[in-house]
């Protein structure tokens, strides 16, 4: 009978009853059959520079494409190295899958090449984490890995591939392949929590929905379309489920950033929550404290946390709203819409103003909005950094599904996100235009990766808003301790463009305001993954540093 290796029984798993086409990797001894399997089942493989950059690359791939990424290590320092990637993923609750090699089997405790206890490490940032001990099971385990990435709350999952199973062989018949059932278990909440949450949204006055990641994991946006529609709530999309409805929706006030969401949540007397937990970036509900709060959530345990819900309704966003819908009543809130966009454009004065300015030095929302001139809205934006994060989520408009991504910004604050998340992007959407935005400091943990897209013709367009220093951090010093005091905070100009030149992509420093549209305008046109490294005012402080200055003072 016919013979299969271990390691090409993965690739033809995920190949035949996954679909699985790409798997982002770097290469290592311990997954060489399976690297050996993927090249002969025809799964496109993306080789990075740093393991890091794989598992976010994979991350990414699941928010752009729907489908879990798959991210394959090698043992020891390439899975550690993958780590802070695997905790972005389970804090952002991705359903990302992360295959990784492992010293041999036969010889635990021997000190054999990279043998440690991976799975420990691992267990506290995963689902779901097991070790496949025997060939004929690997379908079956990589069946339950997927299983367990999906179903509920999703998150990521670790299968350890040891080379005693990956390099030996089988017959074909006695490892079996599938097919796979596929079986979702659904929560609903009950009949009367509907009916109240109906009555709430019908008797506010000043109404408000937040939606984030769950409503992209949930695949609702018709749903939440006809919803906000009939119940007229103004509302804001934040993290993956931005861009579920377009940026440029009437109810909808992404156009006023982060700015324009803690304008108006101190002035909602009902906000309907879904898919997002109410975490730091949402200073943990201060700031509504007097709102009546309707919170859709698929996991119970996040239904309270850090405020009572006057109603709970546990479930996925599209089903709870599927039963929501015909509970609510035909609305418009057009005065109190009109009044929350006055409240938060008059907030943003001076910020829109920097937009319209061209003045050197320059601002960072003149570069933003330079971007935006010159890429428009039929674009995917991808931002990584302190203060940056800030002016991209303030300034970026995309009319597509995550089109607009602050990766850096969410639970773990994971700076580095930005390329790697761009380079998926472009793969995800290769007709579409591509650009990170990136702060200097930010730009440098995963710069490296620009071999990569240069290697897999990846054209991405990177702007670094330079400030020459970690912003975020200098400008909290100053509040804190004092201009005279900032330490491990300056980082000086340092020329970016010309490393990017020097791995073969497009490079070009722009230091006045009028050599911004042309200098990005040359860099699409080149083709190749280009870098516009753009000197921006050292001096300029976002509101987001305010904020995390006093969260972390405690003021």
């Not at 709430?200 to 939440?224: E, F, H, N, T, Y």
């Not at 919170?295 to 309704?313: C, G, K, T, W, Y």
Request: hydrophobic share 40%.
């Amino acid at each position: 009978m016919a013979q299969i290796t271990g390691g090409h029984l993965v690739a033809r798993y995920l190949k035949q009853i996954e679909a699985v086409d790409t798997v982002f990797t770097l290469s290592g001894g311990h997954i060489e059959s399976i690297l050996d399997g993927l090249s002969q089942y025809g799964i496109r493989t993306i080789d990075v520079r740093h393991e890091q950059a794989a598992a976010m690359m994979a991350h990414a791939w699941t928010v752009y494409r729907g489908r879990p990424g798959v991210c394959l290590v090698t043992a020891g320092p390439g899975f550690t190295n993958a780590l802070t990637g695997i905790a972005n993923a389970f804090l952002e609750n991705v359903p990302l899958v992360v295959l990784s090699g492992r010293h041999p089997l036969r010889d635990d405790l021997t000190g054999a090449l990279q043998e440690m206890n991976q799975i420990d490490m691992v267990k506290p940032v995963v689902k779901w984490c097991a070790t496949c001990h025997d060939i004929r099971r690997i379908p079956e385990y990589l069946a339950t890995a997927l299983r367990q990435a999906t179903t509920g709350r999703p998150g990521p999952v670790f299968l350890e591939l040891p080379p005693d199973i990956l390099f030996t062989s089988v017959d074909e018949a006695r490892a079996p392949l599938g097919p796979r059932p596929v079986r979702k278990a659904c929560t609903l909440p009950q009949e009367a929590d509907l009916q109240e949450a109906a009555r709430l949204i019908d008797a506010a006055r000043q109404p408000l929905l937040v939606g984030g990641s769950g409503v992209k994991m949930s695949d609702c946006a018709p749903l939440l379309k006809t919803f906000v529609e009939k119940t007229g709530l103004p509302f804001a999309l934040l993290n993956y489920g931005r861009g579920a409805l377009p940026d440029d929706h009437p109810l909808c006030i992404n156009d006023g950033g982060f700015t324009g969401l803690m304008t108006g949540m101190p002035q909602a007397d009902v906000i309907v929550i879904a898919g997002l937990r109410l975490n730091w970036v949402m200073q943990a509900t201060k700031l509504f404290p007097q709102a009546k709060v309707i919170r859709i959530d698929i996991a119970e345990h996040e239904l309270d946390r850090n405020r009572p819900s006057q109603v709970a309704l546990a479930g996925d966003c599209g089903r709870v709203l599927e039963r929501l819908l015909p509970l609510v009543s035909t609305r418009r809130h057009d005065d109190w819409l009109g009044r929350l966009r006055r409240a938060y454009e008059a907030f943003m004065t001076t910020e829109l103003e920097k937009r319209r300015s061209a003045v050197d030095p320059i601002h960072p929302a003149r570069l933003v909005q330079r971007i935006m001139d010159v890429f428009g809205r039929d674009a995917f934006y991808v931002a990584d950094g302190g203060d940056t994060s800030y002016w991209a989520l303030a300034g970026f408009q995309s009319i597509h599904p995550a089109g607009v991504l602050v990766p850096a910004g969410g639970l773990f604050g994971c700076l580095g996100t930005g390329i790697p998340f761009a380079l998926a992007a472009k793969l995800a959407h290769s007709d579409k235009p591509v650009i990170v935005l990136n702060g200097d400091g930010s730009f440098g943990l995963n710069s490296m990766e620009f071999d990569t897209a240069v290697r897999h013709d990846i054209p991405v367009v990177c702007v670094v808003n330079n400030d020459c220093a970690w912003g975020m951090i200098k400008h909290s010093q100053e509040l804190s301790l004092g201009a005279d005091r900032c330490t491990c905070a300056e980082l000086g100009l340092r020329h970016y463009e010309k490393m990017v030149e020097g791995l073969g992509g497009y490079g070009e420093l722009v230091e006045r305001e009028a050599d911004i549209v042309p200098a990005l305008e040359r860099a699409a046109a080149s083709g190749k993954p280009a870098c516009v490294n753009v000197v921006t005012d050292p001096t300029v402080t976002s509101p987001a540093t305010v904020m995390f200055y006093q969260n972390l003072s405690g003021f």
